[in-house]
């Protein structure tokens, strides 16, 4: 479990998550692809490739004729406060503010009287080429101040929060113009002038922990969704040989509904596919045929205080196992769920069932964006949690470790459809 809160807290943006698992494949014996190259993929080999520095793919080659992909797709972005370019604000009076913009649809209360402060990327001039820089202000530098209980008594009762308002940062206070570029230029190793273009976001200071009577819970940023990505990586890599590819996708921009080059609506998962079909000479169409993903992106756990907003029949508690999510706004279908069903019970993992309340209409998954562009059976999953979209979640101290186990029995088959029947070995 520690592991997986040492890598959330080096993982303060979806760049970070990325280059984080990137290094762990290269030391692995991964061998890294360019999409602006010819692929030659060779039998029993390892490759990873990344699209935008916010997304990856990472797959294997059987050492025989592949009969399809298992694949799992989890999300790199969390719902967060996007920096704009010309960020410094001055005023009222002295102060000095971050000007933001919402992305995704977050809690906006828990971001409040809170330590924060970036992370991201900036472009910088680099002689004649334009390089990517991570950047992670490694200390307290930014707060968004709550109006005292005596000036709005109507805080308790109610509170729609205005984000070109209530929710901007204060930096501090007389700063000379361009000290937060400064301040970028100074984490990225260069000139401000030399900083062409940024992806920014506000991150939270305060890092993970395990907590509770018998340290049943654990509670961090960004749990939706690098708590599935963390463990679908590690099923990846612990999983056995088969006779299918498995296929590992950390996709972004599924908070704000992944119409992006790297997110599901894109064509990333679509490409990466097509390409290994191609230079091994299999055809694609009957490959993705024999093909299965796990579309995984945490799941709500019964609340403790309000359990009426849950389903009556369908109450996924933390630490009970993997939640397969079901219903009109999720990919899984009966078939799906009898196939994973049937790998958890063969890694000794409980299964756990979610649907919405029927007048309530949750979140989407990338399930659904994902198939319109690969069409294969797929199964929505998740881990229980609570305050899902909140800047510091809860999730179980035990889930983690069954989705691990799920996933490296998952990436251990392989999958086939014929008429109506479905076989796994």
């Known amino acids: 479990m520690k592991d997986l809160l040492t890598f959330i807290a080096e993982s303060p943006s979806r760049f970070h998550a990325v280059d984080n698992l990137g290094r762990e494949l290269e030391e692995a014996g991964y061998t890294r692809l360019s999409e602006a190259r010819t692929w030659a993929l060779e039998t029993g080999g390892k490759y990873y490739v990344t699209r935008n520095g916010s997304a990856l793919?990472?797959?294997?080659?059987?050492?025989?004729?592949?009969?399809?992909?298992?694949?799992?797709?989890s999300h790199s972005d969390a719902p967060t406060f996007h920096i704009?370019?010309?960020?410094?604000?001055?005023?009222?009076?002295?102060?000095?503010?971050?000007?933001?913009?919402?992305?995704?649809?977050?809690?906006?209360?828990?971001?409040?009287d809170r330590?924060?402060?970036?992370?991201?990327?900036?472009?910088?001039?680099?002689?004649?080429?334009?390089?990517?820089?991570?950047?992670?202000?490694?200390?307290?530098?930014?707060?968004?101040?709550?109006?005292?209980?005596?000036?709005?008594?109507d805080?308790?009762?109610?509170?729609?929060?205005?984000?070109?308002?209530?929710?901007?940062?204060?930096?501090?206070?007389?700063?000379?113009?361009?000290?937060?570029?400064?301040?970028?230029a100074q984490t990225a190793g260069c000139e401000p002038e030399d900083i062409l273009g940024t992806d920014l976001y506000l991150c939270l200071r305060q890092k993970g922990l395990v907590w509770g009577a018998e340290e049943e819970f654990i509670s961090a940023p960004r749990l939706?969704?690098?708590?599935?990505?963390?463990?679908?990586?590690?099923?990846?890599?612990?999983?056995?040989?088969?006779?299918?590819?498995?296929?590992?996708?950390?996709?972004?921009?599924?908070?704000?509904?992944?119409?992006?080059?790297?997110?599901?609506?894109?064509?990333?998962?679509?490409?990466?596919?097509?390409?290994?079909?191609?230079?091994?000479?299999r055809d694609r169409a009957t490959a993705v045929a024999n093909s299965f993903m796990v579309?995984?992106?945490?799941?709500?756990?019964?609340?403790?205080?309000?359990?009426?907003?849950?389903?009556?029949?369908?109450?996924?508690?933390?630490?009970?196992?993997?939640?397969?999510?079901?219903?009109?706004?999720?990919?899984?279908?009966?078939?799906?769920?009898?196939?994973?069903?049937?790998?958890?019970?063969?890694?000794?993992?409980?299964?756990?069932?979610?649907?919405?309340?029927?007048?309530?209409?949750?979140?989407?998954?990338?399930?659904l964006i994902a198939n319109a562009h690969v069409s294969m059976n797929t199964v929505d999953i998740g881990l229980a949690q609570l305050a899902m979209h909140s800047c510091f979640e809860t999730a179980g101290s035990k889930d983690t470790d069954y989705l691990i186990e799920a996933m490296a029995v998952f990436y251990s088959a392989s999958f086939w459809e014929e008429n109506g029947r479905f076989t796994l070995e």
């Open 57 to 73: 793919i990472a797959f294997r080659i059987p050492k025989a004729d592949f009969t399809g992909f298992m694949i799992s797709a």
């Open 84 to 112: 704009k370019e010309n960020a410094q604000m001055k005023g009222p009076e002295s102060y000095v503010r971050i000007n933001t913009e919402g992305y995704g649809g977050m809690l906006c209360a828990p971001w409040l």
């Open 115 to 153: 330590p924060l402060t970036v992370a991201g990327r900036v472009l910088v001039k680099a002689g004649e080429a334009i390089e990517t820089r991570l950047v992670y202000v490694d200390r307290d530098l930014l707060l968004i101040p709550n109006v005292a209980i005596h000036m709005n008594r």
């Open 155 to 184: 805080v308790n009762t109610g509170m729609k929060f205005d984000k070109k308002t209530d929710v901007i940062p204060l930096m501090g206070m007389g700063e000379e113009e361009g000290a937060f570029r400064a301040i970028l």
């Open 224 to 281: 939706d969704d690098l708590q599935c990505a963390y463990g679908c990586f590690r099923g990846f890599l612990k999983a056995s040989g088969s006779g299918s590819v498995p296929l590992y996708a950390l996709l972004d921009n599924e908070e704000v509904g992944s119409r992006t080059k790297q997110g599901a609506d894109g064509t990333f998962l679509e490409d990466v596919i097509g390409r290994i079909c191609a230079a091994l000479g």
């Open 295 to 367: 579309s995984a992106d945490n799941a709500h756990a019964v609340h403790p205080n309000h359990p009426e907003y849950h389903d009556a029949t369908h109450r996924p508690m933390m630490n009970g196992g993997v939640v397969i999510k079901q219903g009109v706004r999720y990919a899984t279908d009966g078939a799906a769920q009898a196939v994973f069903t049937a790998l958890c019970r063969k890694a000794g993992v409980p299964v756990q069932h979610f649907f919405n309340r029927s007048d309530l209409a949750g979140g989407g998954t990338l399930g």
